[in-house]
């Protein structure tokens, strides 16, 4: 089954609320501050950004704050349950640059090279997001001066080495916790 026909299961949506009421709470914005994180992907007014994996929308009212009116943030979830509360939120924020979309990460839809920075932030590795399926379709849906941000929690099980080894992108160095890469111009 993939991560989208998964994300509409109601067995899925129950088991993911508690984490999901976790992914808010105040102690986790005091050990992750989403500022801080998103300072390490160093996004910046005006741009278009992709926020794989957006979960209940821990970076995501921040980052759309940091991008300001001008930006688009896409905030992709497979997750109904999370794109509600994501939308829920968006919508009591009285935020208009944020798109809100139920979709796998492994096929976006968006256009090729529309965005200037993914944000794959907590959500690697996972096993349905399979490295060597998500880093290209990243690599298609990123603008050639494109970057790919990853925040690895809790554990990176080699996850920086494979992207470098994807000859995909090439290395920026490592910012608040954050790992950043260059979208290569190698073809698919």
Known sequence: MDALNLGKSR????????PGKNME???????HDPEKLL?????SLGQT???????TGFFTLTAAEIIG???HLIALDPVSGYVERVEEKVRQAGLENVEVVRRDAL???LEAESV????LFGVLPFPTLPLDQLLPEMHRVLKPSGTLAVWLFPVSYGVPAWILQSGLFTDLGRQEGVFRYQRSGHPL
């Open 116 to 119: 200037d920075v993914a944000l």
């Open 11 to 18: 067995l899925i949506n129950m088991l993911v609320k508690l």
């Open 69 to 71: 009116e001008t930006g």
């Open 25 to 31: 709470s105040r102690l986790r914005r005091w050990f």
């Open 107 to 109: 096929a976006t839809g």
């Open 39 to 43: 300072s390490g992907a160093n996004i």
């Open 49 to 55: 950004v992709l926020e794989v994996g957006c979960g």
